[in-house]
């Protein structure tokens, strides 16, 4: 069984900041890529940040400048910092991670419950 959990959302002004953390836990053989996408209401789910095990990243045009990714391989774990927040950053920031785990043959991707960010203007 492998989890994914995310954790760190909430309510900011627009111009503030919010960390969000995730963790990856479970019978896990190996994890490639992890990372953030968002939904926002009526809208698809959009690529945020991923990152890859040996530290490549992808991010969104939308978020350069103002978003960073960073994991932690030994953990599990990957974060996002967002600064310099805007209104149209509201959504639901769901994690994933395309995790083999020991029963497994393949990756596949395991993603998180998802958590509110909301930004006030």
């Known amino acids: 069984q492998v989890q994914v959990v995310e954790s760190g959302g909430g309510l900011v002004q627009a111009g503030g900041s919010l960390r969000l953390s995730c963790a990856a836990s479970?019978?896990?053989?190996?994890?490639?890529?992890m990372g953030w996408y968002r939904q926002a209401p009526g809208k698809q789910r959009e690529l945020v940040l991923t990152?890859?095990?040996?530290?490549?990243?992808n991010y969104a045009d939308s978020v350069k400048g103002r978003f960073t990714i960073s994991r932690d391989n030994t953990k599990n774990t990957v974060s996002l910092q967002m600064n310099s927040l805007e209104p149209e950053d509201t959504a639901v920031y769901y994690c994933?991670?395309?995790?083999?785990?020991?029963?497994?043959?393949?990756?596949?991707?395991?993603w998180g419950q998802g958590t509110q960010v909301t930004v006030s203007s």
């Open positions: 479970g019978s896990i053989f190996s994890i490639n890529d």
């Open positions: 990152i890859t095990s040996g530290g490549s990243t």
């Open positions: 994933y991670g395309k995790i083999k785990s020991w029963r497994g043959s393949t990756f596949r991707v395991y």
